[in-house]
């Protein structure tokens, strides 16, 4: 038997033939949407394994919850909000199992980012494509999880403090100030990250 | 500036402020060098990592991420969903139609032996065994003659379960 070929197949049509078992029409939607779904669980988790494991977990629920996607929104911005549930869901897990952690009690002290200098240049000028990424993923990295999840939510997902203060089960408030700590602390890193590779 | 004053700032820049406070902020940032240096910050930071994440590849090759996604999705699916049509096709012709036909032949074979040797008014006799309604026993008492039909496949547990060829 010759597989149907899918690459010419709106997602529309993948996810109806997919509801009726046709797993070559998943795949195709997959292969489609893997990168994107793995990008936000590593911009999340900042693992790489973990980050693979639980896209491929998030895509199993798809599969599973089909019949409940409506076509509302896209199927991609579908999958990208079941990936950032696992990742809530993953994160909540892990701060139950870590003690109080320096960022966390940082926090909780509060004003960290209030005694921060105002950067008068753009750490990130002149930056080529490249080395501009590599320095955002140090930075990244360097962010608590809290900080780190407020900001990918509102940069990446385009979700406003509302939203993310629903989705994270805390105030406005807080998200404001997780979303301004981690936007201080990005800058003070990247304009570090800028000293030591002119040293 | 104070802290209050800094969220609203940020709030300005991601417009999340009402229309009146956003004109009373705009106003601050044309006058305040510290308030319009940190909207500046803000604002750097926010194109800096803005597309960031369409950079991001996924390190595995296509066919090797699937393959996991397939043998989870295989596992979770209930086996009668995979098996059921299949399975219960199979499982009528072997249950029913086999073991009909085979009855229906044997009785056929019986009535027509019965009728060459003795025709309709023969003292010949055909018995269905009730323990067995898969074997036909047709008794000749006037020429001493008994011959047994079994039905194949074998499909009862007696037979499935009897090693030797001997017959009790």
């Known amino acids: 038997m010759v597989d149907k070929d899918y690459s010419s197949t709106d997602d529309q049509a993948l996810v109806g033939a997919a509801r009726q078992g046709d797993t070559r029409a998943f795949e195709e939607l997959v292969a489609r949407h893997r990168d994107k779904i793995y990008a936000r669980a590593f911009s999340m988790l900042r693992n790489e394994q973990e980050a693979i494991d639980l896209s491929q977990e998030a895509w199993v629920k798809g599969w599973q919850r089909l019949n409940q996607f409506q076509g509302e929104s896209s199927f991609g911005t579908w999958m990208t909000r079941i990936v950032i549930n696992l990742c809530l869901d993953e994160l909540r897990r892990q701060k139950r199992q870590r003690t109080d952690s320096m960022e966390a009690i940082e926090e909780e002290s509060g004003g960290v980012e209030r005694q921060m200098p105002i950067l008068e240049v753009n750490p990130t000028a002149g930056l080529e494509r490249t080395e501009l990424r590599q320095r955002i993923d140090r930075a990244l990295g360097q962010l608590s999880r809290e900080h780190r999840t407020v900001l990918v939510l509102h940069e990446f997902e385009e979700m406003e403090y509302k939203q993310i203060a629903k989705t994270m089960e805390c105030s406005i408030g807080t998200v404001m100030s997780r979303l301004f700590y981690a936007r201080r602390k990005l800058a003070a890193l990247l304009a570090d990250l800028k000293k030591e590779s002119s040293t | ?71 989870e999705i295989d596992r979770l699916q209930p086996v009668s969903a995979r098996e059921a049509p299949a399975f219960s096709l199979w499982a009528y012709l072997r249950r029913v139609a086999v073991p009909a036909t085979a009855l229906a032949l044997v009785a056929i074979a019986g009535l027509v032996a019965n009728r060459g040797l003795h025709g309709f008014g023969g003292a010949g006799v055909t018995e269905v065994s009730v323990s067995d309604a898969e074997a036909l026993t047709y008794r000749d008492y006037a020429a001493g003659t008994t011959l047994v039909w079994l039905s194949f496949p074998a499909d009862n547990e007696v037979a499935q379960n009897t090693t030797s060829g001997t017959l009790p």
């Open chain 2, 1 to 71: 500036m104070n802290y209050e004053e800094q969220l609203k700032l940020q709030s300005f820049l991601d417009g999340e402020l009402p229309e009146k406070d956003a004109r009373d902020v705009a106003a601050r940032v044309a006058r305040d060098n510290q308030a319009a240096a940190l909207l500046a910050e803000l604002r750097h930071t926010r194109e800096a990592i803005t597309g960031f994440e369409d950079t991001i590849r996924l390190p595995e090759s296509r066919e090797f991420y699937w393959s996991k996604i397939q043998r």
